[in-house]
């Protein structure tokens, strides 16, 4: 063991009249530790919330869409097979994509319609493991439902599948009719007449989200193209990929394919903004929190300081014994690493444990009508522990470097001469 080391260790044992400098080290010991501790636990949260929003917005969200800049898209055979011909695409499907309003008796919802292949191609998104009521299979299919007004026959219905909370607001259920009203009607001598169709709700979805339980119903192909007027164009093509995090490339390789005037859009492109916001808060947290190592690393400088002024004489018997300005400084700074090394790996340890029990037990709860999620989510990754870590030992190391300067820089002719 170099000497440097073993001296820089036995400072760290103090005698019982230096009992004060070693209360103030454990304190920054510990000032360390709770600091790297609580920023890897919030960094688990905040991964955790980025990527449980993720998978529910790609639970509910092809991975690419393809559109075109001229609308509706006629050749639809030709742009699907040049699109499930393209490397990296796992599946594509033919999409109706438009806005109606949908009403029941006194109630009225501005929807989007998402019209989809009934069936297996319908699995682009996830809607038959996030049915809460109903089945995928009656997409389309025809229900009948009780005559209303004067009528005594019952009606034969078309099945729709609408989000939870769209149900609950307008107070219906699986097997009640709705109205489907399109603002883009056809024209007449006293201007323009809504298009007004009645379909049955087929089943219920819940996604998690509010915004695509309470605004989004789900209608098959045929129909959308029938009650839109499209005859066999589509708005748009769905399509979903092998690796989530290469999308943006398939998206480039599908325009390619195309040529003008199609845009294939991708999901990150898509939700830029709020995976941006998700980025930005998870680094506003980590430089807010790191003021906390901060904090503990000017109690290292305090503790190295009040070390300098207690060890005068034994640092000038070192210098007159043959020892350097550069191993007086390394002594103070060893000291100061041994302190930070300490409390980071004790953060680092409470950090994953902190996490294993927030993911374990789940007890911490979050409201239901603010967040889309009931407990917090957690998502434990080595190299955000890793980063922290390095950045925490970093902090500490640069702060024992005034300490460590001042110690090297006694003299050690006027210490013996005074003391």
């Not at 009040?306 to 020892?323: N, T, W, Y």
């Not at 302190?339 to 994953?352: D, I, M, Q, S």
Request: charged share 20%; with cysteine.
């Amino acid at each position: 063991m170099r000497y440097e080391l073993m001296v820089g260790l036995r400072y760290l044992r103090a005698r019982r009249k230096e009992a004060f400098i070693s209360l103030i080290t454990v304190i920054s010991v510990v000032g360390v530790m709770i600091g790297v501790m609580t920023l890897n636990i919030v960094l688990a949260v905040m991964t955790g919330f980025e990527e449980d929003l993720r998978d529910r917005i790609l639970g509910f969200n092809p991975h690419i869409v393809v559109v075109s800049y001229a609308g509706a898209i006629r050749d639809a055979d030709k742009v699907l097979a040049t699109v499930r011909d393209t490397p990296g695409v796992v599946a594509a499907a033919p999409l109706v994509y438009s806005q109606v309003m949908l009403t029941t008796g006194q109630s009225v919802s501005g929807v989007v319609v998402r019209g989809v292949p009934p069936g297996d191609d319908a699995a682009i998104v996830d809607l038959k493991g996030h049915l809460s009521s109903g089945s995928i299979d009656r997409l389309g299919a025809e229900f009948e439902v009780p005559p209303s007004g004067d009528s005594k026959t019952p009606t034969k219905l078309t099945g729709v599948i609408i989000g939870q909370e769209l149900a609950k607001q307008l107070g219906v259920d699986v097997g009640d009719p709705v109205s489907v009203v399109s603002p883009m009607g056809t024209a007449s001598p006293v201007g323009m007449i809504p298009k007004v169709k009645r379909f049955a709700v087929a089943g219920t979805f819940d996604s998690g989200m509010f915004d695509y339980d309470s605004s989004l119903i789900y209608m098959s192909l045929g129909d959308a193209q029938r009650f839109f007027g499209l005859g066999d164009a589509i708005t748009g093509v769905e399509v979903r990929v092998g690796d989530i995090y290469h999308a943006q490339d398939v998206a480039r390789r599908i325009e390619a394919g195309l040529g003008t005037p199609y845009r294939a859009r991708d999901w990150m492109e898509v939700n830029r903004n709020l995976f941006l916001a998700f980025r930005l808060e998870k680094a506003v947290y980590f430089i807010v929190l790191l003021l906390i190592v901060l904090v503990a690393a000017f109690n290292i400088i305090a503790t190295l300081i009040m070390i300098v002024m207690e060890k005068r004489k034994d640092i000038a018997i070192l210098k007159c014994m043959g020892a350097t300005n550069r191993s007086i400084a390394r002594i103070f700074m060893l000291k100061g690493a041994i302190v930070g090394a300490v409390g980071t790996a004790l953060g680092v340890v409470g950090g994953y444990a902190g996490c294993w029990l927030l993911a374990r037990y789940q007890f911490v709860e979050l409201p239901k009508d603010v967040f889309y999620v009931s407990t917090l989510p957690v998502r434990v990754y080595g190299e955000n522990f890793l980063l922290v870590a390095l950045a925490s030992v970093t902090i500490c190391l640069l702060a024992t470097i005034y300490p460590a300067r001042q110690a090297a820089g006694l003299a050690p002719v006027e210490v013996i001469r005074y003391e």
